[in-house]
């Protein structure tokens, strides 16, 4: 699954020296050369890091830039790279890296030309190879002399005495596996170590690990613990046997979503809400003391495709009788649909009815507006950011498919034993198709809304189909045939058995439309209201039709029968067994004719504005129909 990225820091960008920052989340400062290791972060899961995107508040001016590179290691400048230059405020590289599990990873930042000092925000995409997992990444200083707190996803290697200062609160379901610590120093002498921990609701999780002297590094792949939405979750390191020096460990950990393309954005900070301004903060704050500002551009953050919902907040204070605190998303400095309001004794809430469509440099930012004087309390929240998990699309027994497809939201899309098919698709919401023991099928399609299409056992068919609703569409042991439709509500189109049958179509609302064991059948038909039309063991007939209301129309054992119809109002209306027949019918209004004997030869039938001619071989008859009365 892919996982969004963000971080940013309101803090200048040097103009001539070479600075360092974490990719997730942001200190609140750049870092010189000698410091990259307070800002490195921890890979956990295997998978590509891609999509860098970089903005920076003005641009560098001309002659000058900002070349951004994401590093690995601490050592390696990898190809993915972002230059920002002369009159340009942002930039992006579509490329990727692999990174592996235990890999330590920051962003570099280079100026050239002595550029204006400028703020910068960052975001990208890590692509895990493992289904439903994503990162959490982070760090935490490793205090010799007694154990620290450390939010579980945070831009430095801060810590805190006090754990609810660094809380972070699970916005949904999972589990957290694959805890990876790297230490840029180590403990001291055997058996001096440091125990890192992860912490859920106050309490020590069956997920650590322990980094002994004379080694750095240390992973716990082996647990796993189950978190539930709301959940306060934060890192905890523990010196054993009084190492002789404290340290700085990278850190990353791995989350498993219940729910495919979930991962998590969790954050918080120990600053006391204003209780009469509105402030704002950052949706990850680089480290637990992140102050909230009354500017909101100074918080924002750089975001990239997904979606966000399920913001869950906590509060340390309850806000009192009559009070509350409403913390909102912001998107582009104006703020959405998403907020969460706690009042009066509450220190919990959440929004889940909510979601907000993101787009590629859409900046972010969390905004809290109090309401009456609450009283001073501090604020932890988390957001589910989602990407759609990927398509479920198995192809299986085909030899020789080839496949094009563009899926915006979901499907789920199986083929079988269909040697040589070729498809192309456009889905743009869920759908499920199965073609199964088809040769040397092509279909193209587009499908606005759900559909159930089926095709089986149809060798050589060509199909064309715009789809606006459901629609349930079944041909089956059809060889040769071609059919074009276009269907604007729902339709059951049926063709069986019939070899050598060209249709085309178009139905402004509801049709039931069958045609069986007709050879050499062509027909164009243009019907606007609910119909019901049958033609059956009709050999080389041709019918031509305009259908402005409801038609039962039946023509059976006629061969070379041509007929053109223009029918207004209800009609019954049969013709049989009458071989080479010709008939023009024009028909104003409503008539019921069941039947007439033909006793002469010639007949002469007269009815106000009606009048009908019939050729039969060898004869011609004008009939003028009277009323029996005559």
């Known amino acids: 699954m892919e996982q969004v990225i963000i971080a940013g820091a309101y803090n200048l960008l040097h103009s ?60 390696t400048d990898t190809s993915l790279e972002v230059v920002i230059a002369d009159t ?6 579509t490329g990727e890296i692999d990174v592996s599990a235990g890999d330590v990873v920051s962003i570099k930042c280079v100026p050239s030309g002595t550029p204006t000092a400028r703020y910068a925000q960052w975001s990208l995409v890590f692509e895990g190879t493992n289904a439903k997992e994503s990162l959490l990444l982070s760090g935490i200083y490793c205090y010799n002399a007694s154990s620290r707190y450390n939010p579980i996803l945070t831009g430095t290697c801060t810590n805190n005495a006090t754990e609810a200062n660094t809380y972070c609160i699970a916005p949904t379901s999972g589990k ?54 709301g959940d306060r979750l934060n890192l905890m390191c523990e010196p054993l046997n009084s190492p002789s020096v404290s340290c700085r460990a990278a850190i990353g950990m791995t989350f498993v979503a219940d729910t495919d393309g979930e991962s998590i954005l969790a954050s918080g900070s120990d600053d006391d809400l204003h209780n009469t301004d509105t402030e704002y903060n950052k949706v990850l704050t680089g480290e637990y003391s992140t102050s909230w500002d009354a500017t909101e551009a100074q918080q924002r953050q750089l975001a990239q495709a997904c979606t966000l919902k399920s913001l869950y907040v906590y509060l340390t204070v309850a ?55 609450p009283d001073a309390s501090t604020a932890r929240w988390g957001i589910v950011c989602l990407i759609a998990a990927a398509v479920d699309y198995p192809i299986s027994l085909s030899p020789g498919l080839t496949v094009s497809s563009t899926v915006a939201y979901k499907a789920a899309w199986d083929r079988g034993t269909s040697p040589g098919l070729t498809i192309s698709a456009t889905i743009l919401k869920g759908w499920g198709r199965a073609i199964a023991t088809t040769a040397n099928l092509t279909i193209s399609t587009t499908i606005l809304k759900a559909k159930g299409w089926k095709i089986t056992t149809t060798a050589g068919l060509t199909i064309s189909a715009t789809v606006s609703k459901a629609l349930a569409w079944t041909r089956t042991h059809s060889p040769g045939l071609t059919a074009s439709a276009t269907v604007d509500r729902d339709v059951a189109w049926d063709r069986g058995t019939s070899p050598g049958l060209t249709a085309a179509v178009i139905i402004a609302y509801k049709a039931a439309w069958n045609r069986a064991v007709n050879s050499g059948l062509t027909i164009s038909a243009t019907v606007l209201r609910v119909f019901g039309r049958t033609i059956v063991t009709t050999a080389g007939l041709t019918v031509s039709a305009t259908v402005g209301r409801v038609v039962a129309w039946s023509k059976s054992l006629t061969p070379g029968l041509t007929a053109s119809a223009t029918v207004v109002r209800v009609l019954g209306y049969t013709k049989a067994i009458t071989a080479g027949l010709t008939v023009a019918v024009s028909i104003k209004v409503f008539w019921d004719w069941v039947k007439f004997l033909l006793k002469k030869r010639v007949i002469d039938f007269t009815l106000p504005e009606r009048t009908m001619d019939f050729t039969l071989p060898k004869r011609t008859v004008d009939f003028t129909l009277r009323d029996r009365s005559e």
Request: glycine share 6%.
């Open 16 to 75: 001539t020296n070479t600075e360092y920052q974490s990719i997730s989340s942001g200190s609140s400062s750049w870092k010189p050369s000698t410091s990259e290791h307070y800002v490195a972060q921890c890979i956990s899961s295997p998978g590509k890091l891609k999509n860098l995107r970089v903005e920076l508040n003005d641009s560098p001016g001309e002659g000058k830039s900002y070349t951004f590179t994401i590093r690995l290691n601490r050592a």
């Open 88 to 93: 340009d405020t942002s930039g992006a590289d």
């Open 176 to 229: 957290i596996k694959n805890l990876y610590v790297d230490l840029d120093v180590d403990p001291g002498t055997s058996p001096d170590a440091h125990k890192i921990t992860l912490r859920k609701n106050g309490e020590s999780q069956t997920l650590t690990c322990t980094i002994t002297a004379n080694d750095k590094t240390g992973n716990d792949t082996a647990h796993e613990v189950t978190i539930a939405a």
């Open 319 to 373: 806000p009192g009788a009559g009070n509350n605190y409403a913390l909102t998303l912001m998107k582009n400095g104006i703020a959405t649909a998403l907020t969460c309001t706690i009042a009066d004794a509450d220190t919990t809430g959440n929004d889940t009815a909510h979601e907000v469509e993101i787009a590629d440099d859409d900046n972010l930012s969390l905004r809290c507006v109090p309401d009456s004087t």
